[in-house]
């Protein structure tokens, strides 16, 4: 069953210099906040829940930016909104999990070619809604320092993305 997603881009404030990411405690990833959209949610109701319950924040929804289609056996959509954080301060949704504002220029090491160009893509946002296509292949080139530094759960995500 094809379950899409959707994330919020959370901005410190207009400028667009700094964002928010999350440290996964299952994955040594720097992450967006998002996820799944539940059944008979709306794509901006779920950004908003799911950035909730991982940060703790209150948050607004600022615009939508776009939507990825991701290619792959699935064909599912991840859609993509801009956020504010409005009140709150961080309350990790699983213990091990980290929350931290970072440069747009300065993203931390951990954090996959993908997110760091959805990252571009909000930051260069025209007010045109943005769709690509990605595919689910994992980019060695742009992704390898993950996999060196990494490797266990390099094949974890593997086994679980692909072969389960």
Not at 107 to 112: A, E, M, Q, S, W
Not at 142 to 155: C, T
Request: net charge positive; proline share 5%; with cysteine.
């Amino acid at each position: 069953m094809r379950k899409d997603g959707s994330f919020l881009i959370l901005f410190r404030n207009d400028q667009k210099k700094e964002v928010f990411l999350v440290f996964r405690s299952d994955y040594p990833l720097w992450v967006l906040t998002g996820g799944g959209i539940e059944s008979g949610e709306k794509p901006d109701d779920a950004a908003l829940r799911e950035a909730e319950e991982e940060t703790g924040f209150k948050v607004k929804l600022i615009k939508p930016l776009g939507v990825y289609e991701i290619v792959n056996k699935k064909n599912r959509k991840t859609y993509l909104s801009e956020g504010r954080v409005v009140s709150g301060t961080f309350r990790p949704e699983f213990p091990g999990c980290l929350g931290r504002w970072f440069s747009v220029d300065r993203l931390p090491l951990n954090t996959t070619y993908p997110t760091k160009a959805t990252i571009r893509d909000a930051v260069n946002h025209s007010g045109q809604s943005v769709f690509r296509k990605m595919g689910s292949r994992i980019t060695l080139k742009n992704n390898i320092h993950l996999i060196l530094m990494h490797p266990f759960y390099f094949v974890k995500f593997l086994y679980r993305h692909h072969f389960s």
